[in-house]
C-alpha cells in the first residue's frame, strides 16, 4: 500500500466540476504517466493525500477542495497597472493572454491579463487553477518506482 516516501506511478485525467478536462497523461503537454514521491510536496496538498493507502492497479476518483488545491482566488493579487508598465512588444495585448514577470528576487512567475483597458491592464498574480474544486480519475500504475 501506498504510504508517504513511496515513489509511485499514475495515469490521471483531471477536470473541473462542468466536466471540462483541464489536465490528463494520457494525451497533450503530458503524454506519459505521473511519477512523484508522495508527500515531497511536488504536487498539490489533495493529491498527495488522495493516493495514500492505494495499491498498484487500483483505480479511484476524487475530488479536492481549492484549499488543498491552489487556494482559494485572492482578488488582491489582481493589480490595475497602466500598459506603459508591460515590457515593449509587438504582439496585441489581450485577455487571458499569459506573460512571464520577476519577483524581487528574481525569480518568474506566470500573470494572466484578466481585463485590458484603453490605458490600463490588470494582471492577476492568482494559479490559473486557484477557487477551483478539482475532480481527479487516477489509476496506480506502480507504487514503487525505481530510478
Do not use: C, W
Amino acid at each position: 500500500m501506498i504510504k508517504k516516501g513511496n515513489k509511485i506511478s499514475l495515469d490521471y485525467e483531471g477536470r473541473f466540476e462542468s466536466g471540462e478536462v483541464f489536465d490528463t497523461s494520457e494525451h497533450g503537454d503530458h503524454s506519459h504517466p505521473l511519477i512523484f514521491e508522495v508527500g515531497s510536496g511536488r504536487v498539490i496538498p489533495g493529491f498527495d493525500k488522495a493516493v495514500i493507502g492505494m495499491k498498484k492497479g487500483e483505480e479511484k476518483e476524487f475530488e479536492i477542495e481549492p484549499e488543498e488545491a491552489y487556494g482559494k482566488y485572492r482578488s488582491e493579487l489582481a493589480k490595475k497597472v497602466p500598459k506603459s508598465a508591460l515590457p515593449p512588444s509587438n504582439m496585441k495585448i489581450t485577455e487571458g493572454m499569459m506573460l512571464m514577470a520577476n519577483s524581487p528576487d528574481g525569480v518568474q512567475f506566470p500573470v494572466r491579463i484578466a481585463k485590458v483597458e484603453r490605458e490600463f491592464v490588470v494582471l492577476d498574480m492568482n494559479h490559473p487553477l486557484a477557487g477551483k474544486k478539482l475532480i481527479f480519475k487516477i489509476k496506480i500504475l506502480d507504487e514503487n518506482v525505481k530510478e
